[in-house]
């Protein structure tokens, strides 16, 4: 009880009670029930890019291409249902996650066998996969009277008062909280990240746990590239522009340490939540765009300078009685 | 290097039918050639039927619709080369680059071959005029006439853009406010930007939806923020409350306007241009002078008065609705 009221995600909550009440007080609407729902539906795709992503820093490594990633799987089966209209929601669920992680592994791949560092592979793979989309549609947008409705519908479907874009986030959240704190998996990547050299000594293939991260990051891209284009129904090659720089920036303020080894499924969520909250509450306060940019990026920076305090590992003191000596 | 070959002799077979051609028709035919930035693109196959619809009515024309397989400046080159062995007797070209191709105009201008540039300019040195599918006056008028039209007892409106540094939008939006004053009872009660991506601009659009609840239209000049905007006032239900409306590609909106989130949209008219620039070419061709000032008729669409640089703006953008969007939607 004492860590969790000295911890991280406590302060996050606090963070985002003050935030929401700042914002009710300028527009009251906002915290009413129907919109926060809206709210954390928006943020859903933030969700789960940010939990894939925790994973991959945990292990000492970043993933840049989970927007180009979301956009090539989200092109990907758009064209799909061009071609195949009928293709039940089931399978099209199944493609999008199994291609997300078949260009997740690519990642992965490169960074085990080859050992090139995580951040010039996702940045080169990046740039492949929205490559990718521009040789697949020459440029061509797929348009919401392209796609077939049920494959329009399935995001927006609602179940018990919530969207199963939502519900799915959910399932992710308590799925990977399970994984991370309950399976030799999960405490691989802990330990893989937080100490890489004591990790291999006690028996954990380092460079096989980074590809995992990476299959599952990619995983959770591509299932997000689905439901990113049968949301806002249109696909084409700048979708998600500039977004893995939001999604890392949500891992930053959810707690998750750079350096690896650091951060929890809890704290990417409100990290996330955190960033979403201010993206939806932004547009309703009426503050200028320029001044958009500014907060977003302020509240970026008091994260970090948080992260850097509360991360900080005191020196040791190896010999108490040589200081006490004079 | 293969493709390089494969384009030349693409050129040169089009070289030797429209020689085949030429033989074949009277010698007192007027020949305008109609160069695209690339074969095979739907805005440019339908200017290319405005330009045969031109060539009907002139009579004794004949038109060469041609261009390169890729969109490229050298591409463009080879092309112009073998229109001016050919010997036509005016080029009208929406180019690749604007300063690469002057050289190779300047050689056709020499030869006295007319030279116009159409949708996408030429600097001034290789070309005697440009047309302009619009301007920023007429773009800032329609935008606001396309709500104010479905508004028939005024109401507010609220503007959705690219980002905050555009240059295109906000020359768009700045003419927009200009007009205003002439649309009574139309209220323009914000500016937002969506950035141009999906995500943000669906977020500012609802965000427009809570904050202003008499809302009776969103205008978006950029076609990432008129699809978002669209798909948001789908996804709350009002459609027939709010009309999302703007500037977009009809094979882009045709979704929006059968739901009847968008009643009507404008963009430039493929048609219309490759028609007007036939025109133009002809009238050129036939001994009009092009110099600022100058006023040179385009059949059907008017005529066009040339400012400083010897550029015109065509009309104001076509408006497209259920009426006309399944024509077009195939075609860009």
Not at chain 1, 36 to 42: G, I, Q
Not at chain 1, 135 to 145: A, D, M, R, Y
Not at chain 1, 240 to 246: C, K, S
Request: charge should be negative; proline fraction near 4%; charged fraction near 15%.
């Amino acid at each position: 009880m004492k860590r969790f009221l000295a911890s991280r995600e406590l302060l996050l909550l606090i963070a985002i009670g003050l935030l929401l009440g700042v914002i009710s007080s300028r527009f009251p609407a906002f915290i009413a029930p129907s919109n926060l729902v809206a709210v954390f539906n928006d943020t859903s795709p933030l969700i789960l890019l940010a939990i894939g992503q925790m994973i991959v820093i945990l292990t000492k490594c970043i993933d840049l291409s989970v927007a180009a990633n979301l956009a090539l799987t989200g092109m990907v089966v758009s064209l799909i249902n061009i071609a195949v209209p009928g293709l039940p929601i089931v399978v099209m669920l199944f493609i999008a996650v199994a291609f997300g992680a078949v260009l997740g592994m690519f990642n992965g791949l490169l960074v085990w066998k080859l050992a090139i560092p995580p951040i010039v592979v996702t940045l080169g793979t990046m740039t492949i996969f929205r490559g990718t989309i521009f040789l697949l549609t020459e440029g061509k947008w797929v348009n919401s009277h392209e796609m077939s409705d049920t494959f329009k519908a399935f995001p927006r479907t609602e179940i018990l008062g919530l969207p199963v874009l939502s519900w799915i986030a959910i399932a992710v959240v308590i799925l990977f909280t399970i994984v991370m704190t309950r399976t030799t998996l999960g405490r691989a990547f802990y330990a893989a990240g937080g100490n890489p050299h004591a990790a291999t000594y006690a028996g954990i293939n380092v460079g096989r746990t980074q590809f995992w991260a990476f299959t599952i990051s990619g995983a959770l891209a591509g299932l997000t590239g689905y439901l990113w284009v049968s949301r806002f129904a249109v696909a084409y090659v700048d979708v998600a522009g500039g977004f893995e720089l939001t999604v890392v920036a949500a891992c930053v303020i959810g707690g998750v340490s750079i350096m690896g080894g650091i951060g929890s499924v809890p704290g990417a969520l409100l990290g996330a939540l955190f960033l979403g909250i201010i993206a939806n509450a932004l547009p309703v306060v009426n503050i200028s765009p320029f001044w958009q940019m500014a907060i977003s990026g302020g509240a970026i920076i008091i994260a970090v300078v948080l992260n850097a305090q509360a991360n900080r590992t005191p020196g040791r003191i190896i010999l108490k009685r040589a200081e006490h000596a004079t | 290097m293969k493709r390089r070959t494969f384009t030349s002799l693409v050129a040169g077979l089009g070289l030797a039918a429209s020689m085949l051609s030429t033989t074949a028709v009277a010698q007192d035919n007027m020949r305008i050639a109609l160069v695209v930035k690339a074969l095979g693109i739907g805005f440019f196959e339908a200017a290319a039927e405005g330009a045969n619809e031109a060539a009907g009515e002139l009579g004794n024309v004949e038109i060469i619709y041609t261009g390169p397989t890729d969109t490229t400046a050298e591409g463009q080159i080879e092309v112009i080369n073998s229109l001016i062995a050919q010997g036509v007797d005016a080029i009208a070209i929406s180019a690749n680059d604007p300063d690469a191709l002057v050289p190779a105009l300047k050689r056709a201008m020499d030869r006295g071959i007319t030279v116009i540039s159409w949708d996408s300019g030429v600097a001034e040195g290789g070309r005697q005029m440009h047309l302009n599918p619009s301007s920023t006056p007429l773009i800032g008028n329609t935008i606001i006439k396309l709500a104010a039209d479905h508004m028939p007892d005024g109401g507010d409106v609220a503007i959705l853009s690219a980002t905050a540094t555009a240059t295109n939008q906000n020359a768009w939006i700045e003419a927009a406010k200009e007009v205003l004053p002439n649309y009574e009872g139309v209220n323009l009660v914000a500016t937002v930007y969506g950035d141009d991506l999906s995500d943000k601009s669906y977020r500012e659009a609802q965000g427009l939806m809570a904050s202003y609840p008499n809302l009776k239209a969103i205008i978006a000049p950029t076609t990432v923020g008129i699809l978002a905007s669209c798909q948001a006032v789908t996804d709350a239900g009002k459609i027939g409350e709010i009309n999302v409306t703007g500037l977009g590609l009809p094979s882009e909106m045709a979704g929006c306007v059968d739901s009847g989130a968008t009643k009507s949209f404008a963009i430039w008219n493929p048609i219309d241009l490759g028609y007007s620039a036939t025109m133009l070419a002809h009238a050129l061709a036939k001994g009009a002078e092009a110099g600022p000032g100058a006023e040179i008729p385009m059949g059907r669409m008017g005529s066009v008065k040339l400012d400083d640089t010897n550029a015109a703006a065509m009309a104001d953008p076509f408006t497209y609705d259920s009426s006309n969007i399944d024509q077009f939607k195939s075609i860009f």
